[in-house]
């Protein structure tokens, strides 16, 4: 019990400062340090055990807020790991899927599916947040919203339109041929 509380403490201790930059619209932070905020974030909730330490540090609101207030085309990384991270802590704690879609993180998602800088990591990152939202049954019919639909039909869209424009090697076409 000890070990983990102390996994805890120093999880909560090294997040309160990567939410402090990405909470900060001061001038003095740059572009890389809020990427490397962002990474820094994103491999500590590789912890499972860690899902309640980052929904009790705000970790949910501060990623949305920032999202929402920054643009796609400057912060493409921050984007996929804070979206890739909400998806985490999401799956494991049916409070943060909560606090997701009440901070209107499923915005977010809109944003990423028809953001014309978005690329592929950020689609697949946000269908990934849909999925740790829908692993929780109360939290499936907020999924649902036309719009949230429209996006997951998108996504599948360009997926399939991506996978049909994909080069094929030789030797996968000359099986197609014989077939």
Known sequence: IF???SDNAMAASAIAPML??????SKNVTEDQLNDSSAVLLTLSNNRRLAQVFYEADTIQASVKFMRSHSIKRFGMSYECLLLLMGRVASENEDAANAIIKNKGLE????CTYDKRSNRRLRSHAALMLLGIAVHPNCRPATCGSRTLGCIRELLDRAVYMASKRPRSQQSSSKIRIR
């Open 3 to 5: 070990h983990l509380r």
């Open 20 to 25: 402090a930059k990405l909470g900060s619209s």
């Open 108 to 111: 977010l998602v809109h944003k």
